[in-house]
């Protein structure tokens, strides 16, 4: 025993006077005590030990017993001041539910399930009574506030100022960026924000349309029309409806209706996943619902008309694949044709 014990230690030894012995040894003393913890340990993904800059990390986590969730840690080779401040922080989740009412529930029940108020529930859902019913579908925010849909020439301090809001909550709660850009279609949470009080003076003004050839837009997929025009977006708080939805198989290819920039490659309710595409002449196209975006399609591409941007899904606010169309600036051509009309390029 003796003679096997000696080798051990001379090793150690010769580890420890080497300069990344004693960063060795620490590893190896951290992945014995955290697999020998009770044994609860069910899973360790080693993709932290292969990113060597810690900002490509994915997320990651150790699981263990009782449904409690420990955020891996990066090796001490690799850490950094980001890493050290996420491990003691929990895992924020921003995203939008949809909740169906169970019988006997109410608004106050389901407000305290959530730890959100009353009044954010009845304004996301626009209801006007209190009064649910079991099978009631309700959008269900993440935290207090409401939900906006950017309109053209609004800045995030503009929408902050709109529902006396802190602007820097509403760009790090929606993940802007340094840059807190925001486009036309864009859906954003309002943090704590405030419905304004209704003008005394609010008169609804026609909205200016740009005037196009029929020939600028190509349909932007092939199917049936299985709804007319209905609710697009906003302008001035007046709601639009410019939208159309044309229905297919899953995975049929979406294309851009018009040459232009894309703006939005984005995932969020009740569009699910969904790209805009800004047009040279002002107009803004947004398709909505599909089940996945085309390869290299990112924010700022240039794309051109008839080229595949995603694939045809029923994501978001759906009740199966088609393809949500609306057009912002301008008259959606694809609106004259009625419901069973089939559509193609």
């Given at each position: 025993m003796k003679s096997r014990l000696i080798p051990i230690k001379e090793t150690i030894k010769s580890?420890?006077?080497?300069?990344?012995?004693?960063?060795?040894?620490?590893?190896?003393i951290v992945f014995f005590l955290v697999i020998k913890t009770d044994n609860k340990v069910m899973e360790l993904s080693q993709a932290n030990?292969?990113?060597?800059?810690?900002?490509?990390?994915?997320?990651?986590?150790?699981v263990s017993g009782e449904n409690n969730v420990l955020s891996a840690i990066s090796s001490p080779l690799f850490i950094s001041n980001n890493t050290l401040g996420a491990m003691m922080e929990p895992?924020?989740?921003?995203?939008?539910?949809?909740?169906?009412?169970?019988?006997?529930?109410?608004?106050?029940?389901i407000a305290e399930k959530f730890n959100i108020t009353t009044e954010t529930i009845m304004l996301v859902n626009e209801l006007t009574s209190s009064k649910i019913k079991k099978g009631d579908k309700l959008t269900i925010l993440p935290i207090n506030g409401l939900i906006h849909l950017v309109e053209k020439n609004e800045t995030v301090a503009k929408i902050?100022?709109?529902?006396?809001?802190?602007?820097n909550d509403i760009?790090?709660?929606?993940?802007?960026?340094?840059?807190?850009?925001?486009?036309?279609?864009?859906?954003?949470?309002?943090?704590?924000?405030?419905?304004?009080?209704?003008?005394?003076?609010g008169v609804n003004v026609a909205v200016p349309q740009i005037t196009m050839p029929n020939s600028y837009f190509i349909a932007p997929t092939t199917g049936i029309v299985t709804?007319?025009?209905?609710?697009?977006?906003?302008?001035?708080?007046?709601?639009?409806?410019?939208?159309?939805?044309?229905?297919?198989?899953?995975?049929?290819?979406?294309?851009?209706?018009?040459?232009?920039?894309?703006?939005?490659?984005?995932t969020i309710w009740p569009n699910g996943n969904y790209i805009t595409i800004a047009h040279p002449n002002g107009v803004v196209?947004?398709?909505?619902?599909?089940?996945?975006f085309a390869k290299d399609v990112y924010p700022g591409k240039q794309v051109s008309q008839g080229e595949i941007i995603g694939y045809m899904g029923s994501t978001g606010n759906s009740t199966g694949p088609h393809l949500h169309f609306h057009v912002v600036g301008a008259y959606n051509p694809f609106l004259k044709y009625p419901v069973g009309t089939k559509i193609t390029y």
């Open positions: 580890l420890i006077k080497h300069p990344n012995g004693l960063v060795f040894c620490f590893i190896v030990l292969i990113n060597i800059d810690s900002s490509l990390q994915p997320i990651t986590s150790i895992e924020k989740n921003n995203s939008i539910i949809v909740y169906t009412v169970s019988s006997g529930e109410t608004i106050n029940q902050a100022k709109k529902y006396s809001a802190n602007q760009i790090e709660f929606n993940n802007l960026g340094d840059s807190g850009n925001v486009f036309v279609g864009d859906i954003l949470i309002i943090p704590y924000g405030k419905m304004p009080k209704p003008s005394s003076q709804q007319g025009p209905h609710f697009s977006h906003t302008v001035n708080g007046v709601k639009q409806y410019n939208s159309i939805d044309i229905a297919n198989s899953l995975g049929t290819p979406i294309v851009a209706a018009a040459g232009g920039q894309i703006q939005i490659v984005k196209t947004l398709y909505a619902h599909l089940n996945s």
